[in-house]
């Protein structure tokens, strides 16, 4: 994206502002300043507008486009100014703004260039298009606060006849170029999208029809349909449903190019049907999995064998799968009615559901790619990523990592979950709710197993679960029993939600790591590196290898706040251009609310609505700082020299530290700055998170003064500071990284960890925060949905310790990146980060890069367990062991909006000749 998108443009006129017309509405003034001319000019707004919505649909096909090209989408994007709303086209060169999550619902942004722009192939279109705009950082503003600001005040347009037209087209409901009927998820192609989506059908067949009816089997209906063509009404359940498939193109012609699998059932046998078109906005989101449906004026034909299947659980059901029923909207149109349950009857013998449950510890036991259905109470929620169908592709794939518990053993279940067309249930994942996955499919690679979901999988969550045929099954059953004896405190502790979460693990061989990859796309030149990145689009994740030799290593505890430090190491994107759990009924203990924590006082932290600028504000550098306090345990405490420093643990354990022989490498501790006694007691209000309980260092967490002075000595506070720095401020040099700095070409400065890139512990009250924070941008602002008050850092990290920014620099000594490694704690995390079993290792900073994790216990000779050496300052100074070594880097790049880009050292593999 070019840097001049972003700008104010000197061209075109400036429409007075609100303050200068009196007070009056700014888009009026605006499309009249427009509409006055003879000609379409380029003109500006004075002001800045508030974002509503932003929409996305298909494009025209270009020149070169072809039956196979890939989709290109345009930008239509709705502003108000308080008065009344404006939908605008995005000009497609600004549509990287919009893939990065710039320009996005509830922003502001000022227009700086715009043109109203007629449709030459359509009579009597024309709209506004936005050239150029400059963004404004407003999440919330007064303008959005207007009680249904609509089109009214522009009704004087409709004087002329070029007014007329231009008011005709922003009052449709349909994108405003290019002739399409219908918008598109923003993020993906999956999820049905629009209030057009979200009606339930209700027409029942009456009683007396149904008797009336002249039904055909489906094992006739196979044996027959060549011969046929209006065929008998069909009686049917509906046993398993695909997700949407989306399969328009720029040079499609159809109004809704969509379809849906769907295989029903009735005493006779399953066979494939197809709900195709507009049909699938209709139907799709009622006809559910147990549905019976009565069908009439359906059409038939062989069926299409290149597509997945459900995997059937019960082996009396005959499939009929060469043929398919197809459902659609025209030529003929079909008829669908939902028998209501009521007036189902035993003698139509319609299958029942059967499900094929299995537990966590028979996981282990299954084969690659066994289905299966999984049950649990879920423990953690991953982000919502994206992952990139095809390189080059501007279509995603839509998914998130989620673990779940049974009771059959302590480890959970690890759930990919891609998007299943069920936006509001995919949305609604959080920790402590009662999760359900059907058709799940086991993968199994280098000794790891995990579930990811397949076409025809269905979620379900508490609230969702009444009624559903699953609700009788005996494993369903015993999860309940199992669920009646659990305290909700001890599942809140391992409830965490959010932050960076890479899985699977990269395998232990690189021979391994590139089974599946092309040689291009195995590895990843230095060079290529800046571009890899700001290619990102939102949420996207992509995993790399790089040739490298690591020259630097920093540890940095969790509550340290350096000024500036947002400039120093966050990479500009745009310069690279619950109710208790013992119920007694079953039904309601699967659809109740999940199980609620105690809940705490909320805290007022505002942010500054600032503006996005290239060089970040102070505002903004604390807002990317990673300032992750563990409750009112980890404090920030005033220095002298008004610097704040940090406490990278609670607890510093002060064990004898070992003398280590001198390495060919510079090992450094930054001096700390100098404090006083008062200094390290007194902290602001500001600060505090109200609690009535006294931490271990002996300050009350519900009072500004500090405790007693007997309680906390001078030796002891001079004591806490040492260790404190001598663990948070380690950092080690190459020899030769003096000299290799002075000749790159680039450095890129991604070593901050990102607030988003924390796991956070779930707090039931505020599960709507978190849940907003984990989830995509949505498409449309909604006032009530508004949490501007909030802040991720009034959350403790999962985790109690800090990370390492680590300096990378390519092979060739040209390129160098600074990346967050932040290793997992082998007794904490456990298998419930790295899905494998984890060895003992020396805890020397090669041995903790290759595998990913810090041991707390390691083996000795005589097989005697020895104390760990895992202290930072330890892990720091054995960072010679690396210098001048060449490594294989596998680095996790994730794009989070606007100028956040992600980049963690995943693992490294030894390079050997």
Not at 62 to 87: F, H, I, K, M
Request: aromatic share 8%.
């Amino acid at each position: 994206m070019s840097a001049d998108v972003c700008a104010v443009s000197p061209r075109g006129d400036r429409v007075a502002s609100a303050a200068d017309q009196g007070g009056s509405s700014v888009i009026p003034g605006l499309l009249l300043h427009l509409l006055s001319s003879a000609s379409p000019r380029s003109v500006g707004a004075g002001e800045f507008l508030s974002v509503l919505a932003v929409r996305r649909y298909l494009g025209e096909p270009s020149g070169e486009a072809g039956p196979c090209a890939a989709p290109c989408y345009l930008y239509d994007v709705t502003v108000t100014d308080g008065n009344c709303q404006l939908r605008c086209h995005l000009s497609p060169r600004l549509n990287p703004l919009v893939q990065r999550n710039c320009v996005r619902a509830g922003c502001g942004i000022r227009i700086t260039r715009c043109s109203l722009v007629y449709e030459e192939k359509r009579l009597n279109r024309c709209f506004l298009q936005i050239e150029e705009l400059e963004l404004g950082g407003m999440e919330h503003h007064p303008q959005m606060d207007a009680s249904a600001p609509g089109c009214a005040p522009l009704r004087t347009l409709a004087s002329t006849q070029r007014g007329r037209v231009l008011l005709a087209t922003m009052l449709s409901a349909t994108p405003v170029k290019g002739g399409r009927t219908h918008y598109l998820p923003l993020w993906n192609n999956t999820d049905p999208s629009g209030p057009e989506w979200n009606s339930t059908k209700h027409s029942p067949a009456p009683e007396g029809q149904l008797d009336a009816c002249r039904f055909i089997s489906l094992q006739h209906l196979a044996r027959t349909w060549r011969t046929g063509v209006d065929f008998p009404h069909l009686l049917v359940r509906v046993m398993y449903k695909s997700r949407l498939r989306y399969y328009g193109r720029p040079s499609t012609k159809v109004d809704f190019p969509y379809q849906a699998y769907l295989e029903v059932a009735d005493h006779s046998g399953m066979m494939p049907m197809v709900l195709w078109n507009s049909l699938c906005r209709e139907w799709y989101q009622s006809l559910h999995v147990g549905a019976v449906l009565l069908l009439h004026r359906y059409s038939v034909k062989q069926g299409y064998q290149q597509r997945t299947w459900a995997t059937h659980c019960d082996s009396q059901v005959k499939s009929f799968r060469f043929v398919e029923i197809c459902l659609n909207p025209r030529e003929p149109r079909t008829e669908i009615q939902i028998v209501p349950t009521k007036q189902v009857k035993a003698e139509w013998r319609l299958p029942d559901i059967k499900y094929n449950f299995i537990t966590r510890v028979e996981l282990d036991k299954m084969p690659d790619p066994y289905t299966c259905d999984v049950i649990g109470v879920v423990t953690f929620v991953g982000r919502c990523q994206r992952r990139r169908k095809e390189e080059g592709s501007e279509d995603f794939y839509l998914y998130r990592w989620v673990h779940a518990v049974d009771g059959s053993t302590q480890q959970p279940f690890i759930l990919e979950l891609f998007a299943t067309s069920q936006p509001e249930t995919f949305q609604q994942i959080h920790p402590m709710t009662y999760l359900v996955c059907t058709q799940m499919r086991v993968v199994r690679e280098f000794g790891i197993s995990y579930l990811t979901t397949s076409n025809e999988s269905q979620i379900y969550i508490s609230g969702l679960h009444k009624g559903k045929p699953y609700t009788q099954d005996p494993k369903v059953q015993a999860f309940i029993q199992w669920v009646k004896g659990q305290h909700e405190k001890q599942l809140l502790k391992k409830s965490v939600m959010g932050g960076y979460y890479s899985f699977p693990p990269a395998p232990s061989l690189f021979q391994d790591y590139c089974k599946n990859l092309s040689d291009e796309a195995a590895l990843t030149s230095a060079s290529d590196l800046k571009k890899v990145i700001a290619s990102l689009h939102y949420r996207e994740h992509r995993r790399i290898a790089l040739q490298a030799t690591i020259v630097a290593v920093r540890y940095i505890g969790l509550t340290e706040l350096v000024e500036g430090q947002g400039t120093d190491h966050v990479q500009n994107a745009r310069d690279m251009s619950g109710p208790s759990l013992k119920e007694d009924n079953v039904s309601s203990q699967l659809s109740s609310e999940p199980v609620r924590s105690g809940e705490r006082p909320e805290k007022d932290l505002n942010q500054p609505a600032e503006r996005l600028r290239t060089a970040p504000t102070k505002a903004q550098r604390r807002c990317q700082s990673p300032v992750l306090n563990h409750y009112a345990l980890r404090r920030r405490y005033p220095l002298r020299n008004s610097q704040k420093t940090d406490n990278s643990k609670g607890k510093t354990s002060r064990m004898s530290r070992k003398k280590f022989p001198d390495a060919p490498g510079v090992m450094r501790r930054r001096k700390p700055a100098s404090r006083s006694r008062a200094g390290l007691l007194k902290r602001k209000a500001s600060d505090r998170v109200p609690d009535d309980t006294v931490n271990g260092k002996g300050f009350s967490q519900a009072a500004e003064e500090p405790v007693a002075a007997n309680k906390v000595s001078d030796e002891d506070a001079r004591t806490e500071e040492t260790e404190m720095n001598s663990t948070s401020r380690c950092t080690w040099e190459s020899t030769l990284w003096p000299e290799i700095k002075e000749h790159l070409s680039v450095h890129l400065q991604f070593g901050q960890l990102l607030s988003e890139s924390v796991p956070r512990t779930f707090d039931y009250k505020h599960r709507d925060f978190l849940m907003q924070r984990c989830n995509l941008q949505p498409a449309e602002y909604k006032a009530d949905a508004v949490t501007s008050s909030m802040d991720l850092e009034r959350f403790g990290p999962a985790c109690d310790h800090g990370y390492y920014s680590v300096t990378i620099v390519g092979i060739n000594h040209q390129v160098a990146i600074d990346v967050v490694f932040r290793p997992s704690m082998k007794s904490h995390e456990g298998l419930c980060t790295l899905g494998h079993p984890m060895e003992s290792h020396d805890n020397r900073l090669a041995s903790i890069l290759a595998s990913g994790y810090i041991c707390d216990e390691q083996s000795t000779s005589g097989n005697q367990q020895g104390p760990a050496t895992a202290s930072p300052d330890h892990i720091v100074r054995t960072a010679a062991d690396l210098d001048n070594l060449h490594v294989i880097c596998i680095m996790d790049l994730c794009h989070h909006g606007g100028d956040n880009s992600e980049a963690i050292l995943n693992k490294i593999y030894m390079v050997t000749e």
